[in-house]
């Protein structure tokens, strides 16, 4: 079968075309996997602006359809493609929904069944996604999966493929929304994860003597906040010493970009580490758009050769820890092996709704 997927929940319009062949067990190749970024669009305005993300997409998937065909070699898409995948949020209303109507006026010109798609869920898959043609390895459950992007933070636990317990997630601000809020207060453009860790990456894991942030949360062990997440009063900490600081150089800008990247690698990675423990893990996922940290790779792998329990720790490639076509097209394929109905009852497609804050658990 082919899974054509459209992903439109913030600021890269996507569409993927996901073959699967159904041996003994499923081999998948990507036929076409188109990534359109706006991101040099919204750095004029220091973040997404959700108006202008919209019309970029509405402009964007066309083109981008068409491309993909092309690139997938599918003349006839009427004939060839068997699902429609779409990401129904979490994500902006107005960006999403620029996918789904999308996806519906597909579906009735093709006369295919669309399936609604969780864009955390395919952050978390996209682990899987490391070559053009793959398998799905053997995963050892119980995983814990630690997403961080742009809007989310979140701690689950998976027992059963595609069941999810969320343990804890962020009380205020995601730890990408830190990155970028921090860069703007340092006038460092946006995105701000990858801006941020290109400057600290001089001082690296050394803690700056100067310059000391909290670990807000790091030390809950309360049944309430053991693996909650908050980073608002990290972001003010910065705040604060900006203002205390009466020059905001490039090499005090570099302690503190290295400071803080450190504070938020200190949280994410020890509230992990205590749930993996806690839950007996025998896999770690940490995937999401700050999953393109390179200190956070280095550190996460260093604790795990290092701590007593043993577990797989497994990263997505970094050019798939970004929004992306592809991880909603396989997590799609999971989500329609999974109900095994004939593919046409799964959803005619009428009910489908954008929903901003759909969850995963
Ligand atoms: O998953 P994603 O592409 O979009 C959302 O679903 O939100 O994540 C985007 C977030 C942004 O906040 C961005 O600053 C952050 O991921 N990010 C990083 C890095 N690269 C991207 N954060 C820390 N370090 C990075 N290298
Ligand atoms: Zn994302």
């Known amino acids: 079968m082919k899974i054509l997927a459209i992903e439109t929940s913030c600021d890269e319009t996507a569409i993927a075309i996901l073959e699967i062949k159904e041996q003994k067990s499923p081999k998948f190749k990507l036929l076409a996997n188109i990534v359109s970024s706006q991101v040099k669009l919204h750095a004029e305005w220091g973040g997404v602006v959700p108006s202008l993300a919209k019309r970029e997409h509405l402009k964007n998937l066309p083109l981008i359809l068409k491309r993909s065909l092309f690139k997938a070699k599918i003349k006839n898409p009427k004939k060839e493609i068997d699902l429609i ?19 519906k006026d597909l579906a009735k010109k093709w006369d295919k069944p669309i399936l609604p798609t ?17 398998t799905i390895p053997k995963i050892e459950l119980p995983v814990i999966a630690l997403l961080v992007s742009g809007g989310h933070t979140e701690l689950i636990l998976i027992k059963d493929w595609l069941k999810y317990k969320l343990l804890g997630q962020t009380r205020d601000d995601a730890a990408g929304e830190a990155f970028d809020k921090v860069a703007r207060m340092l006038n460092l453009g946006y995105p701000g994860g990858p801006a941020i860790s290109k400057l600290a990456k001089p001082v690296g894991n050394r803690i700056s003597h100067k310059i000391e942030l909290p670990r807000p949360m790091i030390n809950d062990y309360s049944p309430e906040g053991e693996f909650d997440f908050s980073f608002s009063g990290l972001k003010t900490a910065v705040l604060y010493e900006t203002k205390k600081l009466k020059t905001l150089d490039k090499k005090t800008k570099t302690e503190i970009c290295a400071e803080f990247q450190q504070a938020v690698i200190d949280v994410l990675i020890s509230k992990t580490l205590r749930a993996t423990e806690k839950y007996k893990a ?70 489908l709704k954008a929903n901003g804050n759909l969850k995963i658990a």
């Open 85 to 103: 995948a779409v990401t129904n949020g979490p994500g902006l209303e107005p960006a999403l929904w620029t996918g789904i109507n999308f996806a």
């Open 282 to 351: 025998k896999t770690v996922i940490v995937a999401g758009g700050v999953a393109a940290n390179k200190e956070l790779r280095k550190q996460f792998k260093k604790v795990a050769l290092t701590s007593d329990s043993k577990y797989m720790l497994l990263f997505p490639e970094i050019k798939n820890t970004g929004d992306n076509a592809a991880m909603i097209a396989l997590t799609a394929y999971f989500r329609w092996n999974k109900n095994k109905k004939p593919v046409r009852s799964i959803n005619s497609g009428r009910a």
């Open 118 to 134: 969780n864009h955390m869920e395919g952050h978390l898959f996209s682990v899987l996604l490391n070559k053009k043609e793959f």
